[in-house]
């Protein structure tokens, strides 16, 4: 089985099983455990933050992050398609208390005029404004990359009224190799970013949650409340560290492979790709074929192919490394021979 549906679906790697292996560990909530440290060190250095947090996963990652940022009440500014909207089993809601207000993107930017208009002014009537949430790259948007730019504008209005504002970043380093552009000019633009290191990079387990020393300290209480204070977790840290280190800039591979599967679709009678395929993420659009989305994924899955829904008549494919390009060309094979 040639498996597309995400970039989640990966086996650690050998070097990644050794460290999990020998990683050195101690208790981590009493702050003991060297590899956690590590890890966390090394994940704010890179992401130019005061200070980090490992958590289990990246919907775990941003709900803390919403927690630690909000009071019960508050309104969050969100794109519509989020994942933190679409696809976190309404836990803003059941968690923080908050209420959502979405905002239409284009390619997974929101306009900041329409973010800036959608800020609440004072009256007792309203909600306050409590967070701005982006995401980058933009996973219903396509893996989109959200421009720098973009993000600079949203961030500096946030400043202007003294909203934060948190990246859902579980694909940020698809961004940063695709686009070329500094890691700093993506996370200079935000207060708090999320990372997953078990998308792209390929870890087990486990995202990041990077921010001020005060965000951190906060976060970590939230994370303890949901029941993610865990113990001698360096053995899930260490693989982290390794996917952290040594499996960013491989990205560009999974950049290339989606590429190569664009063209192919693209080419297929009936089926349309409707995302630009900034990164590692590509959408078709099986209407012309007369089928929906679960017919086509059927057919392929009898073909030995695996993706997933993502609209009636929408499938989402994802390369990762676990598919190596002479599989991508195998599927482009099968996708070509199809009646
Ligand atoms: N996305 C998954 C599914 O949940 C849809 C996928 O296969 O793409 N932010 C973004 C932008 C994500 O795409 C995901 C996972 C998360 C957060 C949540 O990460 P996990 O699965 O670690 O909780």
């Keep these: 089985m040639i498996d597309l549906r995400s970039d989640t679906v990966t086996k650690p790697t050998e070097e990644m ?8 560990v101690g208790d981590d909530v009493y702050g003991e455990d060297p590899t956690v440290i590590k890890l966390e ?7 130019g933050k005061e200070a980090a947090l490992f958590v289990t996963s990246g919907t775990q990652g941003n709900q803390v992050a919403v927690l630690t940022h909000t009071r019960p009440g508050n309104e969050i500014l969100l794109e519509a398609n ?3 909207f679409y696809y976190e089993s309404g836990a803003v809601a059941a968690l923080a208390g908050v209420q959502t ?14 973010v800036e208009a959608a800020i609440r002014t004072e009256d007792q009537h309203f909600p306050e404004t409590g967070l701005i949430c982006l995401e980058n790259t933009h996973n219903r948007a396509g893996g989109a990359i959200v421009s720098p730019e973009n993000m600079k504008a949203i961030y500096t209005l946030g400043k202007k009224h003294s909203i934060p504002v948190h990246i859902d970043g579980a694909r940020l380093f698809n961004a940063v190799y695709a686009s ?23 870890a087990p387990i486990g995202s990041i949650i990077a921010g001020d020393h005060t965000f951190i300290n906060r976060a970590r209480k939230w994370r303890k409340r949901l029941g993610g204070g865990l113990r001698q977790v ?10 952290l280190t040594t499996m960013r800039e491989r990205l560009v591979e ?8 664009k063209e192919t679709l693209q080419a297929c009678k009936g089926i349309e790709v409707i995302n630009q395929v900034d990164t590692n993420i590509v959408v078709a659009d099986v209407k012309g074929r007369g089928e929906t989305a679960d017919q086509f994924i059927d057919e392929l899955k009898e073909k030995g192919i695996q993706a997933v829904t993502f609209g009636p008549t929408l499938v989402r494919f994802t390369t990762h490394y676990d598919v190596t390009m002479e599989e991508i060309n195998k599927v482009s094979e099968i996708l070509r021979n199809l009646s």
């Design 17 to 24: 099983r050794r460290a999990a292996f020998e990683a050195e």
């Design 41 to 47: 060190r090394e994940a704010a250095t890179i992401l």
């Design 82 to 84: 989020s994942h933190i």
């Design 101 to 114: 207000r979405t905002i239409q993107g284009i390619n997974g930017e929101m306009d900041p005029i329409e």
């Design 180 to 202: 070329g552009r500094d890691i700093r000019e993506f996370t200079d633009h935000c207060d708090t970013v999320q990372i997953c290191l078990s998308k792209g990079l390929g």
């Design 234 to 243: 360096g053995l899930v840290a260490a693989p982290g560290l390794v996917a």
């Design 254 to 261: 999974d950049h290339e492979k989606a590429i190569v599967l």
